[in-house]
């Protein structure tokens, strides 16, 4: 079966924009739209997809405060969602993580994160948009001598480094000339090694150990 997508923007040139990128992976299904917040947690509720991409200025309640409603900690059984905004500020990331969303992502990012992103939420990952995992990373003050594991390979190593830099997958499996599944074996791998959870994590542990600046 498909990702079941449900998108809430109260731009309908937005939400067609979405729908065409989504529609045309054979593994994305569009379920459903809504304008507004208090549209999108009734569709969403109705529909349970499995990935709401949320916008967070709608009229009514925000995103945030459906993302809350949908995904918060007081939530039994919580959606997967990502927000999807043109507002590239801080404040606005912590407070969508702070209820919930599974990823971050700005409207100008691009189909293939917005691909990513969808499928990363579909799997109960996270994904946010590089541009902002770089300036947080920013603060993050690396360890005097870098620590990496014996562990790790040197083609998991090259996968580390670009994933912090990011790319997507699609964008990794291009530079290392090999398939989308050693990607993500690489991922998995990495991920287990680490002791990461995300993409995010990833990012963060290279951050930190030096492997990008």
């Known amino acids: 079966m498909g990702i079941r997508v449900l998108i809430a923007d109260d731009q309908a040139m937005i939400r067609t924009g979405f729908r065409l990128i989504l529609s045309a992976e054979d ?30 200025r709608m009229p009514g309640i925000d995103g945030i405060e459906a993302t809350r409603m949908l995904a918060g ?4 059984s919580p959606l997967a969602v990502v927000i999807v905004t043109t507002y590239d500020l801080d404040a606005n990331l912590h407070a969508a993580l702070r209820a919930g969303a599974l990823g971050f992502l700005l409207k100008d990012a691009g189909p293939a994160l917005l691909v990513e992103a969808v499928r990363a939420a579909a799997d109960g990952d996270s994904l946010v948009s590089p541009s902002m995992t770089r300036r947080l990373l920013s603060d993050l003050p690396p360890p005097p001598e870098p620590d990496l594991p014996d562990s790790l390979t040197s083609r998991e190593t090259d996968v580390v480094r670009l994933v912090a830099q990011g790319r997507t997958n699609a964008e990794i499996t291009s530079e290392l ?6 990607v993500k074996t690489h991922l998995s791998s990495v991920q287990r090694k680490l002791g990461a959870r995300n993409r995010t994590e990833i ?4 951050w930190r150990h030096r492997l990008v600046h």
């Open 27 to 56: 593994d994305i299904e569009v379920v459903g739209e809504a304008a507004d917040g208090e549209t999108a947690i009734r569709e969403a509720l109705r529909l349970r997809p499995d990935v709401t991409l949320m916008d967070i």
């Open 73 to 76: 900690e007081a939530v039994g």
């Open 177 to 182: 000339v090999v398939s989308m599944s050693t």
């Open 203 to 206: 990012a963060i542990w290279a």
